[in-house]
């Protein structure tokens, strides 16, 4: 959280420092996009960008091999696992209905099914 702390500010004095150049994407309102990573006129960096700097800070900290998209399924199966409301997960993934993030996101750990197999096995 540290680095991305930093990198949010040195990336705002980046955004008041280019001026007029800075163009970012705009939504249906005309209203700018504020993303955080992005090129140096404040159009969003492609993809692979992300990917390949993710790399690089689990090299550099020796994190366990997981892509950048792999923090999100993560982060998902974390909060369901600690029985959070899927409707809030759903908006804080952006996903326009609850269907597709119980779809997509509902992996659940190994932990989880021996809880509910425990539990079912203590009903019998």
Not at 28 to 46: A, D, Q, R, V
Request: no cysteine; glycine share 4%.
């Amino acid at each position: 959280m540290r680095e991305i702390k930093q990198y949010a500010k040195d990336h705002k004095k980046l955004q008041l420092a280019s001026g007029e150049a800075w163009t970012p994407m705009k939504d249906n309102e005309g209203n700018s996009i504020n993303l955080l990573f992005t090129k140096t006129n404040g159009f969003p960096l492609h993809p692979d960008s992300m990917s390949g700097r993710w790399r690089e800070i689990v090299e550099r900290h020796n994190l366990p091999k997981l892509t950048f998209h792999g923090l999100r399924h993560t982060y998902a199966t974390f909060m369901i696992s600690k029985n959070v409301n899927f409707k809030i997960i759903q908006e804080q993934l952006g996903h326009v209905n609850i269907q597709e993030t119980i779809n997509t996101y509902s992996h659940l750990t190994k932990k989880d099914k021996e809880k509910a197999t425990d539990y079912f096995n203590s009903i019998l």
